[in-house]
């Protein structure tokens, strides 16, 4: 059973940063695609980045590339979400996702088959 935990969420001043984090509980780790999606009030669930198994291929939402980067430690089970130059507009809650590896990483929702239980992140203006 795959256990996504999120950490690192927080308020920040905009133009700030923060590092997410999410750790899989499962030893398998280096088997699964990950990736982070947000939610803010009122809005749909957005795509933000993802990493393939291996680290080797990332994917950006347009509104954070640039200014985020994800990136992968496998010995340590881990994921993270770097977010420099945060904006109002990030405020949301940001949920670590996990799959099983495919060819191409993708930005839908529901091609990800775990999903953490979400760290709040609010950007003051």
């Known amino acids: 059973q795959v256990q996504l935990v999120e950490s690192g969420g927080g308020l920040v001043q905009a133009g700030g940063s923060l590092r997410l984090s999410c750790t899989n509980s499962?030893?398998?780790?280096?088997?699964?695609?990950m990736g982070w999606f947000r939610q803010a009030p009122g809005k749909e669930r957005e795509f933000v980045a993802a990493?393939?198994?291996?680290?080797?291929?990332?994917l950006y939402a347009d509104s954070v590339k640039g200014r985020f980067t994800i990136s992968r430690d496998n010995p340590k089970n881990t994921v993270y979400l770097q977010m420099n130059s945060l904006k109002p507009e990030d405020t949301a809650v940001y949920y670590c996702?996990?799959?099983?590896?495919?060819?191409?990483?993708?930005?839908?929702?529901?091609?990800?088959?775990?999903w953490g239980q979400g760290t709040q992140v609010t950007v003051s203006s």
């Open positions: 499962v030893r398998t780790f280096l088997r699964y695609d």
């Open positions: 990493i393939s198994w291996s680290g080797g291929s990332t």
């Open positions: 996702v996990a799959r099983s590896p495919r060819t191409l990483l993708v930005v839908a929702p529901e091609e990800y088959d775990y």
